[in-house]
């Protein structure tokens, strides 16, 4: 007769339930980003994606060598969309990499990274009131 399995709790060494330890992120520098400008040659879809991902909320996240893998891949997706004989194999690497530039909701969503909307700025009362007196002073 086979032994009765044991208990999580029974375990040598507790499991996190996500499979396994986490390992600790390393961390580096954020350096500055000089983002490229759009090729005039690429397919009109390759500039709309690109002009997307440049004022969409990932980009904050972007380094160089994220816009570069940009760049590549919209000239893949210049020489896709230009071509006639189109391989089904060629978009899913298109969209594979797409998706690792965060490109749709889902795919932020798998990195954890949320999009939030940044807070009203509100003018203070005293600001308001400086501005009235000035108004009424005649000096603005």
């Given at each position: 007769?086979?032994?009765?399995?044991?208990?999580?709790?029974?375990?040598?060494?507790?499991?996190?339930?996500?499979?396994?330890?986490?390992?600790?992120?390393?961390?580096?520098?954020?350096?500055?980003?000089?983002?490229?400008?759009?090729?005039?040659?690429?397919?009109?879809?390759?500039?709309?994606?690109?002009?997307?991902?440049k004022?969409?909320?990932?980009a904050?996240?972007?380094?160089?060598?994220?816009?570069?893998?940009?760049?590549?891949?919209?000239?893949?997706?210049?020489?896709?969309?230009?071509?006639?004989?189109r391989?089904?194999?060629?978009?899913?690497?298109?969209?594979?990499?797409?998706?690792?530039?965060?490109?749709?909701?889902?795919?932020?969503?798998?990195?954890?990274?949320?999009?939030?909307?940044?807070?009203?700025?509100?003018?203070?009362?005293?600001?308001?009131?400086?501005?009235?007196?000035?108004?009424?002073?005649?000096?603005?």
């Open positions: 007769m086979p032994t009765p399995r044991k208990r999580e709790s029974e375990l040598q060494r507790p499991r996190d339930r996500r499979g396994g330890e986490v390992a600790p992120v390393t961390k580096g520098v954020l350096r500055e980003v000089t983002i490229p400008r759009v090729d005039p040659g690429w397919h009109p879809r390759a500039k709309r994606i690109f002009n997307a991902l004022t969409s909320g990932q904050d996240f972007f380094q160089d060598s994220d816009w570069a893998f940009a760049v590549f891949l919209m000239d893949e997706v210049t020489a896709y969309a230009s071509n006639t004989r391989s089904s194999q060629m978009l899913q690497t298109i969209l594979d990499g797409l998706g690792r530039l965060m490109l749709t909701e889902s795919d932020r969503r798998k990195a954890r990274i949320e999009l939030v909307t940044p807070p009203q700025e509100e003018t203070s009362a005293a600001v308001v009131a400086i501005d009235q007196y000035r108004a009424a002073l005649g000096v603005a």
